[in-house]
Structure formats: structure tokens, C-alpha cells
């Protein structure tokens, strides 16, 4: 059974930074991509960033480039998000979520292209 395990939320201050980490187990990876997906209150959830496994090929939102950086450790089953320049916006519940088999065809910035999801963390931005 896939497990996703969400770590790194909390409170910060407008401008300041965050890390949230994503540690994934229960088979391999090595075919897979995983993104972050955020949800507001009283909005849809929304895609923030995606990485392949193996390829290293990232995706941004437009609303984070510059100042969110998706990247991976492989010899641990993780995914991060390093979260910069954080504004009030950005405040949300931030999931982690994997797709299994990945290729270009799989259109990562799409939430029901992923199989499995974590609980989800808690970021808020205080102005």
C-alpha cells in the first residue's frame, strides 16, 4: 500500500520561507512523478508543482515560479517544496500526491492524473 506522509507546515510570516517534505513508501518509484496540489478555504484544490523521478523534469504554477523550488531525494523516498517569499495567499492546506507510471503523456498540472494522496499540511501566511 502506497503511503504519502506530509511534513512542514506552520506558521510563517509574509515574506519568510517554509519547507514541506513528502516521504512516499510502499513500492518503487522509479516510473513515477509527484506534485504539490493546494487547497484555500472554500476553493478548488490547485496544482503547485510537479518533479519526475527519474528525469528530474519539474512543473511550476505560474503563481509560484521564482519562488517555489520542487526537488527530490531518491535514496529516501522524499519530494520537498522549498517555499520562498511566501505571501498571504499562498495559505493553504498543501498535499503531496504521486503518479505511478509516468510519461509525457501525463499531464501533471491535472489532480486526477494522480493515484494516491497524502493528508495534507497546513501552511499559513500572516500579514
Known amino acids: 500500500q502506497v503511503q504519502l506522509v506530509e511534513s512542514g507546515g506552520g506558521l510563517v510570516q509574509v515574506g519568510g520561507s517554509l519547507r514541506l517534505s513528502c516521504a512516499a513508501s510502499?513500492?518503487?518509484?522509479?516510473?513515477?512523478?509527484m506534485g504539490w496540489f493546494r487547497q484555500a478555504p472554500g476553493k478548488e484544490r490547485e496544482f503547485v508543482a510537479a518533479i519526475t523521478w527519474s528525469g528530474g523534469i519539474v512543473y511550476y504554477a505560474d503563481s509560484v515560479k521564482g519562488r517555489f523550488t520542487i526537488f527530490r531525494d531518491n535514496a529516501k523516498n522524499t519530494v520537498s517544496l522549498q517555499m520562498n517569499s511566501l505571501k498571504p495567499e499562498d495559505t493553504a492546506v498543501y498535499y503531496c500526491a504521486v503518479r505511478l507510471e509516468w510519461n509525457r503523456g501525463v499531464y501533471l498540472y491535472n489532480r486526477y492524473e494522480y493515484d494516491y494522496w497524502g493528508q495534507g499540511t497546513r501552511v499559513t501566511v500572516s500579514s
Open positions: 510502499g513500492r518503487t518509484f522509479s516510473r513515477s512523478a
